[in-house]
């Protein structure tokens, strides 16, 4: 990690995320973040769709009124493949 500056947090909870960091993580006004912790520490990322099955979050589509990755997809289509197969 590499450090950006030091900001206040506002009564209300806000704070500016420094342009650098908007930049190197390729977000702009709107777009959805998620937050993290891990050991006293806070991470924003850029919020992407997750798969349903595995929590995975590349190579996501939407199914149904869900999303699912291509590895679940892949795996689904083989378990569903031998139960048609065992019939
Ligand atoms: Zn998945």
């Known amino acids: 990690m590499k ?18 960091v908007r930049e190197e993580i390729s977000i702009k006004s709107d777009d959805p973040v998620e937050f993290f912790t891990d050991d006293g520490c806070i991470g924003i990322m850029k919020y992407k769709e997750r798969c349903c099955i595995c929590e995975a979050n590349n190579d996501v589509k939407p199914f149904k009124n869900n999303f699912i990755c291509q590895n679940c997809k892949d795996e689904i289509i083989i378990m569903a493949n031998r139960k048609k197969e065992a019939c």
């Open 3 to 20: 450090p950006f500056g030091v900001r206040k947090i506002e009564l209300s909870g806000r704070f500016p995320i420094p342009k650098e």
